[in-house]
């Protein structure tokens, strides 16, 4: 076989996959569309009825004596409380961060110093009336 021959024939394959890996996805896409719309409420609760009554057939609950249901009471509670902790953990760091930050907020404020004019002469004080908002401000505040 010639070169070109085999080349056309790569090619020819390579368009093949293509088409094929096109239509493969969008039949995935259409099956996927279907399963989930297929799945209404009335058929979630049936398909729960049916699955209870064969699990239910099957008798697992022979299986289960009064130190078994205990084993699984504590494992279930014991998995509650690691629940429960992890979601005290997040609040108290979450509390930790907001204090840092506030802490962190008035340590800058007292750090800076107040501006102090070096030049003020105490015998030159200039009363002046006030401005109309201070001067409603002082008298809401009476």
Same mark, same amino acid.
């Given at each position: ?11 020819? %394959? ?9 239509? +493969? ?9 279907? &399963?989930?719309? $297929?799945?209404?409420?009335?058929? @979630?609760? @049936? ?11 099957? /008798? ?8 078994? &249901? =205990?084993? =699984? ?8 409380? +690691?629940?429960?902790?992890? $979601?005290?953990? /997040?609040?108290?760091?979450? %509390?930790?961060?907001?204090?840092? #930050?506030?802490?962190?907020?008035? /340590?800058?404020?007292?750090? #800076? /110093? ?13 009363? +002046? !009336?006030?401005?109309? !908002?201070?001067?409603?401000? #002082?008298?809401?505040?009476?």
């Amino acid at each position: 076989m010639r070169f070109e021959a085999l080349q056309q024939r790569v090619a020819r %394959a390579e368009q093949r996959v293509e088409l094929r890996a096109t239509h +493969t996805q969008t039949q995935w896409t259409t099956l996927k569309q279907a &399963w989930r719309a $297929g799945w209404t409420p009335g058929r @979630i609760v @049936i398909a729960g009825l049916v699955s209870g009554f064969l699990v239910g057939r099957a /008798e697992p609950l022979r299986a289960l004596t009064g130190v078994r &249901w =205990m084993q =699984m009471f504590s494992a279930v509670s014991g998995l509650l409380a +690691t629940v429960q902790a992890a $979601g005290a953990a /997040e609040q108290a760091e979450q %509390a930790a961060d907001t204090a840092q #930050e506030v802490q962190a907020e008035a /340590e800058g404020a007292t750090l #800076e /110093e107040p501006v102090v004019d070096q030049t003020f002469d105490e015998d030159d004080i200039v009363v +002046t !009336a006030p401005r109309p !908002a201070e001067a409603a401000t #002082e008298l809401s505040e009476r």
